[in-house]
């Protein structure tokens, strides 16, 4: 059974040492009790994998069989970490812990996600059944990049460290205080929350997502300044009169000064056929500057995050700032990168850093603002979307501008200011209408449309959304409400069913079914009559 997330084999993959279940079962059981417990909390069938044959310890020929690396191609990793879990030597540690971390750093979600209450989680869910050595726990937490932090089933009494059993004759005695029951069920509502909040990700009204700064799936970053317009500043009188940008500076310098022009050139000359001595245009040969060097290395990044290579983007991105410390695309890139990892707090400390670096940074903008709307901060996050907005209206570009309207436009709508939603939409497709990521404005702005009772004007840029993206399951929502609200009811059934059949939100496809079958039943009543 494959996992409720396509693109995914299991939900859930048990990795054990074989010794840890020979002795009664220990694991065996668990893992029948964990199933119990996952049919109680999900309405869905949760897929898990344990293969009761487990291999254990790694010979120097052993090939890992292509099926398991397709098996650990799951949501979450469940570890039961014992005295012996820890060992390189073990084919669990090598071939299913240390696999799946790797494998998770590099796929849609990472290896650690941002929960809905702002925390971040590992998809990692350690079950410890002893207390492991100090050794043991820097040797996992230098793989997980973090604390070693799951559900414990260990009976401890003096001189005792052991695995808790489901039924244990003198519970009382446990130092631990923790009862299996209760720490099977602290499994399963984790498991829950992971799940939900790999669902919520997967499934999340920001399709118009955190600013990486390639030119592919969302805004464009520049990596580099010369994009900017300057400011020309003249002073006069001890005052600063700003000057009109012209198009061709070098013409207006040469107006002005052209009595000097023969004198310069003629140093100029000099100068190289001075150097020239020493080799031919010897004195235009020199390193990189620190800055263009940091360039570089962002270019490289960029292209990591592409492949989906983040430890190698981060290592990219860590170079550049050790060129140029202060250069904000850098940090914009690095902070787009922690988001993407799950690591939400840090990537709004490193999207401070890129506009305190570069105010006119309107990637950085825009990544704040989502951060902000992401914590459910909306007054801040209006802000900073107008911000990023306001940057690059005023260089006439469209790094972030229209995901950015679209996303403060899905903003006002959530929090029912439909008349803001279209004001700041329609700026963005009267102002970029052949922007890739226009049918995020047609799918916001029919949805304002239609909170304004305006389903014609609703349907037709919904039907535009549609006709860019058809697979969106939320354009199909929105469009299956606006047919019913014209009263075109056949059509809207035909929408309806287009978005169960898209939608993987369990809880939404129920409540879309219960829906649907209301509106059919009323519309035969109708016909009937």
């Not at 602290?186 to 600013?211: C, G």
């Not at 700041?424 to 049918?439: C, D, G, M, T, V």
């Not at 349907?459 to 199909?476: D, G, V």
Request: glycine letters at 4%.
């Amino acid at each position: 059974m494959a996992s409720i997330i396509p693109g995914y084999e299991y939900d859930i993959f048990i990795s054990y040492r074989q010794k840890d279940n020979k002795y009664d079962g220990w694991v065996t059981e668990f893992v029948d009790n964990l199933k119990w417990e996952l049919g109680a909390t999900f309405k869905e069938e949760i897929s898990v994998y344990f293969d009761i044959d487990h291999h254990d310890g790694l010979l120097e020929t052993h090939d890992v069989d292509a099926s398991l690396k397709e098996k650990l191609k799951c949501l979450i990793f469940i570890p039961v970490i014992s005295r012996t879990y820890c060992d390189p030597k073990s084919f669990a540690w090598e071939h299913e812990f240390k696999a799946f971390i790797e494998q998770a750093s590099h796929d849609q979600f990472g290896l650690r996600i941002t929960l809905p209450n702002g925390n971040v989680a590992s998809r990692v869910l350690p079950v410890r059944i002893h207390e492991p050595d100090s050794s043991d726990i820097k040797l996992c937490e230098m793989l997980l990049g973090g604390a070693l932090r799951g559900v414990d089933f260990i009976y401890k009494s003096a001189g005792v460290n052991r695995p808790l059993r489901a039924n244990e004759d003198h519970t009382q005695d446990n130092l631990n205080k923790v009862y299996y029951r209760d720490q099977i069920n602290k499994v399963a509502n984790a498991i829950d929350e992971l799940i939900n909040s790999l669902k919520r990700i997967q499934n999340s009204s920001h399709v118009e997502n955190w600013s990486f700064g390639d030119q592919k799936n969302t805004a464009i970053l520049f990596g580099d300044e010369s994009y900017k317009i300057p400011d020309l500043q003249l002073q006069t009188k001890g005052k600063f009169q700003k000057k009109a940008w012209i198009q061709k500076p070098g013409s207006y310098w040469i107006k002005n000064n052209y009595k000097y022009i023969f004198s310069i050139l003629f140093i100029a000359l000099m100068v190289v056929l001075a150097l020239g001595r020493k080799g031919p245009f010897s004195f235009l040969v020199v390193g990189k500057s620190k800055s263009e060097v940091a360039k570089s290395h962002v270019k490289k990044a960029l292209v990591y995050i592409d492949n989906k290579e983040f430890e190698a983007a981060k290592t990219e991105l860590d170079l550049a700032l050790s060129n140029n410390p202060k250069y904000s695309y850098a940090w914009s890139s690095l902070a787009a990168l922690s988001y993407k990892q799950g690591e939400l707090n840090k990537a709004v400390m490193q999207t401070i850093k890129a506009i305190e670096y570069d105010p006119e940074n309107s990637q950085a903008a825009y990544n704040m603002a989502f951060a902000l709307d992401d914590k459910k901060d909306y007054i801040q996050a209006i802000h900073w979307y107008n911000e990023s907005i306001k940057i690059d209206s005023a260089f006439h570009r469209e790094t972030v501008y229209v995901p950015a309207c679209s996303a403060l436009g899905r903003l006002y709508n959530s929090i029912n200011q439909p008349i803001d939603a279209i004001i700041i939409l329609n700026k963005a497709r009267e102002q970029y209408p052949e922007s890739k990521n226009i049918y995020l404005v047609f799918k916001n702005l029919g949805n304002a449309y239609l909170m304004q009772e305006q389903p014609d004007s609703a349907l037709k840029y919904l039907e535009l959304s549609n006709k860019i993206k058809p697979l969106e399951p939320e354009t199909n929502l929105y469009l299956a409400k606006a047919y019913e609200a014209a009263g075109k009811i056949s059509r809207s059934i035909e929408i309806w069913q287009n978005y169960i059949d898209l939608e993987t939100d369990s809880v939404k496809i129920n409540e879309a079914k219960k829906h649907l079958k209301e509106v059919t039943i009323k519309h035969l009543q109708e016909i009937i009559k």
